[in-house]
């Protein structure tokens, strides 16, 4: 099946910094991909529909300016966190569709201090 | 109302028995039905999709849709300790919605 890959998979900052992570669909291409987060023993929270050459969709309650994102490419979507705060420590991840159904990257646990 | 409800567990099972999991759905104009693996600290990985009613089987696993009732299952026989994790249903045609995800732990 497809493959998504995301980098870091784990990133600990302190908090006020601003954290970038990527997501990249290696053996296809994705002119939208999606940004989900997770808590502990929850589901997946749709956060934004990233769209290659145009702005994100941003689900409600989602800050755009807290979170950030560029459509880069046809392989590259990324998510910047910016001026992070501990309520912000969570497994965000990323997915792309592709024929059928939607092939999801490892995630990237974030953790802010 | 939740799109897609999904009883969170824990289920716990004996090796070699038979996991039934299931969720609910409110939109009746969903067409694609999918079932995906989490295990701890990693990302969802897609086990069976199915598009509109019907049966799916592969290997031991068996995915349910009965579009009249909105209600998906999914079944797999001959469970293995190697099978536990949270199992989530997700909806929907281009943006997913997910159910809870229920936690299966398969005692050896």
């Known amino acids: 099946g497809a493959v998504v890959s995301q980098h870091p998979s784990r990133v600990i900052c302190k908090s006020g910094t601003s954290v970038k992570i990527e997501c990249r669909s290696l053996?296809?291409?994705?002119?939208?991909m999606f940004w989900y987060r997770q808590f502990p023993k929850k589901s997946l929270m749709l956060m934004a529909t990233s769209n290659e050459g145009s702005k994100a969709t941003y689900e409600q309650g989602v800050e755009k300016d807290k979170f950030l994102i560029n459509h880069a490419s046809l392989t590259l979507s990324t998510l910047t966190v910016t001026s992070a705060h501990p309520e912000d420590s969570s497994f965000y991840i990323c997915?792309?569709?592709?024929?059928?159904?939607?092939?999801f990257g490892p995630g990237t646990r974030l953790t802010v201090l | 109302q939740k799109e897609v409800e999904q009883d969170p567990g824990p289920l716990s099972v004996p090796e070699g028995a038979i996991v039934s999991l299931n969720c609910t759905y409110s939109n009746s104009a969903f067409q694609y039905f999918m079932w995906y693996r989490q295990y701890s600290r990693k990302g969802p990985e897609l086990l069976m999709y199915?598009?509109?009613?019907g049966n799916k089987e592969d290997g031991r696993f068996t995915a349910q849709v009965d579009k009249s009732s909105k209600y998906i299952s999914l079944f797999i026989r001959d469970s293995q300790p190697s099978d536990s994790a949270t199992y989530l249903c997700a909806i929907g045609d281009y943006k997913l919605s997910f159910g809870a995800g229920t936690t299966v732990t398969v005692r050896a």
């Open positions: 199915t598009y509109s009613s």
């Open positions: 997915s792309a569709p592709g024929t059928d159904t939607q092939y």
């Open positions: 053996d296809f291409q994705a002119t939208t």
